[in-house]
Nanobody, 126 residues
Framework: VQLQASGGGSVQAGGSLTHSCTASGRTLSTYRMGWFRQAPGKEREFVAAMTWNTGISYYADSVKGRFTISRDNGKNMVYLRMNSLKPEDTAVYYC????????????????????WGQGTQVTVSS
């Protein structure tokens, strides 16, 4: 599965951006999808995820209430809508996919995702 991500950019604090992720040649409707990010000098961290079978969404505490993960199976797209952006949201964002139906604690770990898109930079200025 080759994932293509888009939607990064530069915004001022309080602004919004939407990331998109799609796959060529595969439907994402039966993949657990996740978003991770890596800030300069830090390890990559979990941001959000959605299972494909239950449709349950999971969020890091730092983004809960501001970010929303969604999917449009008809368009084979997964989105991460980011509102009320803060300078600490500045990072390279990655989409990830895995065929496992497992939710719960498994969605938070990078090792639980087999496929990764290229990173897209988000810069939030104060």
């Amino acid at each position: 599965v080759q994932l293509q991500a888009s939607g990064g950019g530069s915004v001022q604090a309080g602004g919004s951006l939407t990331h998109s992720c799609t796959a060529s040649g595969r439907t994402l409707s039966t993949y657990r999808m996740g978003w991770f990010r890596q800030a300069p000098g830090k390890e990559r961290e979990f941001v959000a995820a959605m299972t494909w079978n239950t449709g349950i969404s999971y969020y890091a505490d730092s983004v809960k209430g501001r970010f929303t993960i969604s999917r449009d199976n008809g368009k084979n797209m997964v989105y991460l809508r980011m509102n009320s952006l803060k300078p600490e949201d500045t990072a390279v964002y990655y989409c990830a996919a895995d065929g496992s139906p497992r939710g719960g604690v498994f969605v938070y770990y990078e090792c639980e995702y087999d496929y990764w898109g290229q990173g897209t930079q988000v810069t939030v200025s104060s």
